[in-house]
Each structure stands twice: as structure tokens, then as C-alpha cells.
């Protein structure tokens, strides 16, 4: 049997999580992106009638077209796929949701829409495809940018200073915090394997270089770039649960952490120093890396304590898109016994 007829636990080829063919330009790295969603979901045997993909407005909000052509899909306005994440999960809890945003949509028009998701811990996985640019619009420079970067698309030098989203996800309380590039095809998929395990908001931002307005000299966001100054923090696998697996680590050199579903993600440490659990330790080493030539990639914090949007509300069990009328509509001793509690 070739590779092309491998089937997952689903009984399902990799090319049954096709979605449409990508109209994105050749060699841009969130086509390579959207190729790693599929892989990860196919390997993991994700139901698509389960998943929930879903995008603002750029050529990366234009990607959850490109994989997983079974599922149900949300293309919100420029920067709002978070309010609509938040609602559709709240909605129904048992999908699985996977937004996919870019530099523009998330660091520029959304930063606010982005902030309060990770605030309230909506559980779904959140790709930012990082390229510094407006790439849909013809190159203006984005959020992210480095500062002193000249770019002639975007009329010059970018005088301001950048936005780190790892940064801006951590201080505003994400549990789940990485940062990959879109060439490194292992690190991508192993995060996104333990972000789609990971029981709360889970930010990978993903440099992905936009190979038609800012892949030349002097671009951090250049494939050249990455390739020369990417620092990789830790070589990351994950393992799903599987009674028989026995996880071996050397004291020291790996760190496991249990996923609430049994998953176990695996890191061997290659900065031997640092613990990804250490929420300081993780703004410290983000500080440290704030010069655009020292990348860092990796796991860069987690936390599995932290109660999701779903618990905080506590909702029930059955999504509240399956509950019947009469679940509810309170009764009308409920609703006078509620109205009590509100009289002096
Ligand atoms: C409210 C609103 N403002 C501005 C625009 C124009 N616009 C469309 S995409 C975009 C930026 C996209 O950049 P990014 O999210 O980085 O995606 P990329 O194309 O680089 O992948 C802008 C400003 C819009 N569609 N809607
Ligand atoms: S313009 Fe840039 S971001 Fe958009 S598809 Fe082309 S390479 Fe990718
Ligand atoms: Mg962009």
C-alpha cells in the first residue's frame, strides 16, 4: 500500500482533509502552513464534522480554506474571528477550534479582540501567520515589523516600535505560548499536535514569510532570515494517550507535561536552563529576545491549570446548541425563586 493510501484511525487517506486548492502565491509560507494543519489532523484522526476553522481577513485568514474541506468554516470581519470563536464555542464546546489569523488581523485591527479571548481561556487552537506584513493589501508594513526595517511596498522605514504576540499572549494570561517558523515542518506540527490537546486558548505564532512583499535583505521575516538566526528552545513531540507508551526522560535534559486528556507533550530541552512552566522565566527569555537577530522557537510557556471559558461558566456537559427548548426555558417557580434573589 503507498503512502497515498495510508489510512488514520477514521479509515480516512490524508487527501479526504483536502480543502480547496490554495489561490495563495507560490512558495508563501502559510500555504506550508495550512499543509501541516491537514497532516496533523489526519494523523490524529480528527472528526472534520467536529472541527471549526476559523479566520479574520488577510491572505492568512484566506488559508482555512486550503485544509480540512469537510468542516464547518467562519471568515469573520478584520480582526473579529476572536468574538466569533468565543461565541461559537461557547455555543457548542465539543468542537474542536482552530483559528487561523494573520500579523495584521490579530497584532494591528484585533489586538483587542485578541486579548480578551486569551482573558477568558476560550479553548481552541489560535495560528498566527507572522509575515510583518499586510500581505493581502501589497505590503504595508504591520504591527510586528521590526523597527528601522525599510521595505519599498510599504513606502520606506518603519519607524515604530514591534509587537511581540508571544509577549502580549503571556501577559494577558495564555497558558499555551509558542512561536515556530513556517520551514521548520516537525516543530510546527508537534505544536499544533499539543495545541489542539491543550484544554484552553493555545497561541502559536508562526513566522511565515510573504515570499511577494517581504522576503528580501534585511527582513526578519525573510526565509533567510529565520534559517540564519532561529534559536530553538526545545525539540518538541507529542505523544497521545496511549496506555502502553512509557515516557523516558532524562532528569534535567526533558520536561513532560500531562495534557488533561492523558496526551503527554514531550520536550527535550536544548537550552538546558530553561523550564517553559516558569511564567517569569518565559517573559524574561521574550525579553531577551526582542533584538530581531536572536529568534526564539520552541514551547515557551504552559500551564495546564488554568479553568477554560467552559468551565467558567459551567456549562453543562450537552453543548448548549444541543439543548431542547425545554432544558432551557426555566420554569416559572425557577425564574420566581431567581427574581427573589434579586429583591431587598
Ligand atoms: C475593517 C477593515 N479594515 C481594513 C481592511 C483591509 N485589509 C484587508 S486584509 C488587511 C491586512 C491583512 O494583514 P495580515 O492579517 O497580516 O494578513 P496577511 O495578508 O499578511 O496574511 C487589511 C488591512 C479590511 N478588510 N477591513
Ligand atoms: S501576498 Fe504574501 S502573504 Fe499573500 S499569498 Fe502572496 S506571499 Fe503569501
Ligand atoms: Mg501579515
Known amino acids: 500500500m503507498g503512502r497515498r493510501d495510508q489510512v488514520n484511525v477514521l479509515g480516512l487517506t490524508k487527501k479526504d482533509y483536502d480543502g480547496a486548492p490554495s489561490t495563495l502565491c507560490v512558495g508563501c509560507g502559510h500555504n506550508s502552513i495550512a499543509n501541516q494543519i491537514q497532516q496533523i489532523a489526519w494523523e490524529l484522526g480528527l472528526p472534520q464534522h467536529q472541527v471549526i476553522k476559523l479566520s479574520g481577513i488577510g491572505c492568512s485568514s484566506k488559508s482555512p480554506a486550503y485544509f480540512l474541506g469537510h468542516s464547518h468554516g467562519f471568515n469573520a470581519l478584520h480582526g473579529r474571528m476572536p468574538s466569533v470563536a468565543t461565541g461559537a ?7 474542536i477550534a482552530i483559528g487561523v489569523s494573520g500579523d495584521g488581523d490579530t497584532g494591528s485591527i484585533g489586538m483587542g479582540q485578541f486579548k480578551h479571548l486569551i482573558r477568558r481561556n476560550v479553548p481552541m487552537v489560535y495560528v498566527v501567520e507572522n509575515n510583518g506584513v499586510y500581505g493581502l493589501t501589497k505590503g504595508q508594513f504591520s504591527a ?10 510599504a513606502g520606506g522605514i518603519n519607524e515604530l516600535t514591534p509587537i511581540d504576540l508571544c509577549f502580549e499572549a503571556i501577559i494577558s494570561g495564555c497558558g499555551f505560548v509558542a512561536r515556530s517558523f513556517s520551514g521548520d515542518k516537525h516543530q510546527v506540527q508537534e505544536l499544533l499536535k499539543a495545541a489542539v490537546n491543550y484544554d484552553g486558548t493555545a497561541l502559536i505564532d508562526i513566522i511565515s514569510p510573504c515570499v511577494t512583499f517581504n522576503d528580501h535583505e534585511g527582513s526578519s521575516k525573510s526565509y533567510a532570515w529565520v534559517q540564519e538566526y532561529n534559536e530553538v528552545i526545545n525539540d518538541i513531540s507529542f505523544i497521545p494517550e496511549q496506555p502502553e507508551i512509557m515516557v523516558n526522560y532524562q532528569e534535567g535534559e526533558s520536561i513532560s507535561v500531562k495534557l488533561h486528556d492523558g496526551g503527554i507533550v514531550h520536550l527535550t530541552k536544548l537550552d538546558k536552563s530553561y523550564d517553559p512552566r516558569d511564567r517569569e522565566a518565559a517573559i524574561t527569555l521574550l525579553e531577551r529576545y526582542q533584538d530581531p537577530d ?9 500551564n495546564e491549570d488554568k479553568k477554560t ?3 467558567i461558566l459551567d456549562l453543562p456537559e450537552t453543548p448548549l446548541v444541543h439543548l431542547a427548548q425545554s432544558d432551557l426555558r426555566p420554569s416559572r ?3 420566581a425563586d431567581a427574581l427573589n434573589t434579586f429583591r431587598m
Open 89 to 95: 464555542v461557547t455555543a457548542n464546546h465539543s468542537l
Open 294 to 302: 536572536k529568534i526564539v522557537t520552541g514551547l515557551i510557556y504552559i
Open 144 to 153: 510586528t515589523a521590526d523597527q528601522g526595517q525599510f521595505n519599498k511596498y
Open 333 to 335: 417557580e425557577a425564574l
Open 309 to 311: 471559558s467552559t468551565q
